[in-house]
């Protein structure tokens, strides 16, 4: 390791306004046995790191800490009982937090291989996207080919992978987006639908008479209700964000247990429908060998998608890591399509 290197990191001291991160510098770590340090090229901004600024993510450590959900990087080091081949490699991880840092301690079983020609950036929008968007679309909702399917925030960043990927497996896709995304949602061949028209549970049935096959829900609340309703006889709601209570004060659990215990009730229905809350994380702690499994498998699916040219990487913007608190902002602004990507 170049041991003239300096160690950069974002730090979310508290529940802060976006210019309240502070930039931290320090010695790079070094790789304990197990661990890999990976030199990041490229991590994100996803909605996680906006609930953790308003502290209304569902599990997040105590202030202060470093956020950052996924990175892309360089193996730079390993230590002991690691392959020596691993490093000079580029790797994907899934971290929750850590990821805002020019230097990231990883187990290195929880790296997943980023194939040749795919760029960091590019890898990074698929990160923690691709492989939620692959998992609600194959191990939960099940999806086949013929099927129709609603998207809430179609345009969003799990939203627009999860579309190319049902359109792959030869799903009809409903998305709901604001208007100005409608064009690009064509394009793509999703039927947009106007979040911001009225009902959008009426304009929905207006398409699908019979109900949908599976309904993608990142916004919780009340609205939930409506998408379970939606479903057709054997049909799937895969729940997997609380959007709605983003700006909400009182108990950050409460609204995920609000609609655990909604899925929890539908389930018991004898109606053939099914309800999920999806959580990427689910598994982890019981079973560690099994979900690290499942990850590389389902990531490495989805690398192949971008490489074949049957998913694309939406990157907004590339922001050095100094420049973070530009990057939330950016990110929150709703006014951009794709991922906002921190570089190096």
Do not use: C
């Not at 529940?15 to 991590?43: D, F, I, S, W």
């Not at 079973?287 to 998913?311: H, S, W, Y």
């Not at 590339?318 to 399509?337: G, M, Y």
């Amino acid at each position: 390791m170049n041991t003239t290197e300096e160690l950069t990191e974002v730090v979310l001291p508290g529940k802060v306004e976006p210019e309240g991160l502070q930039v931290r510098h320090g010695a790079v770590p070094a790789p304990g046995p197990g661990q890999v340090v990976v030199r990041m090229e490229a991590t994100g901004v996803s909605f996680a790191e906006q609930q953790m600024r308003r502290g209304r993510y569902y599990d997040q450590p105590p202030f202060p800490f470093v956020p950052g959900y996924d990175l892309v990087g360089t193996v730079q080091a390993a230590g002991e009982g690691v392959g020596t081949d691993l490093v000079g490699t580029r790797v994907a991880a899934l971290t929750k937090t850590g990821g805002w840092a020019s230097h990231v301690l990883v187990d290195a079983a929880d790296t997943v291989p980023v194939p040749e020609g795919v760029g960091a950036a590019e890898a990074e929008a698929m990160v923690v996207n691709g492989a939620t968007a692959w998992q609600m679309l194959h191990r939960k909702a099940r999806v086949r080919a013929g099927q129709t399917v609603l998207v809430l925030g179609a345009n969003g960043g799990v939203g627009s992978v999860l579309v190319e990927l049902a359109r792959v497996a030869g799903v009809k896709v409903i998305g709901t987006a604001s208007v100005r995304h409608h064009d690009a949602l064509r394009e793509r061949g999703v039927t947009p639908v106007d979040y911001r028209a009225g009902d959008v549970a009426a304009q929905v049935r207006a398409l699908a008479p019979g109900g949908v096959d599976a309904v993608f829900d990142h916004v919780g609340g009340r609205g939930v209700v409506d998408s379970w309703r939606l479903l057709a006889p054997g049909g799937a709601l895969v729940s997997y964000g609380t959007a709605s209570t983003l700006d909400d004060e009182g108990s950050k659990q409460w609204p995920v247990l609000k609609i655990i215990a909604r899925v929890w009730v539908w389930n018991t229905l004898p109606n053939g429908r099914r309800a999920y809350f999806y959580n990427l994380w689910a598994g982890k702690a019981l079973a560690k060998d099994r979900f690290r499994a499942r990850l590389r498998a389902d990531l490495t699916e989805v690398f192949a998608a971008l490489q074949r040219g049957d998913v694309t990487a939406r990157i907004a913007a590339r922001l050095p890591l100094a420049r973070a608190a530009e990057a939330v902002r950016l990110a929150e602004s709703r006014t951009v399509s794709g991922k906002v990507v921190l570089t190096a």
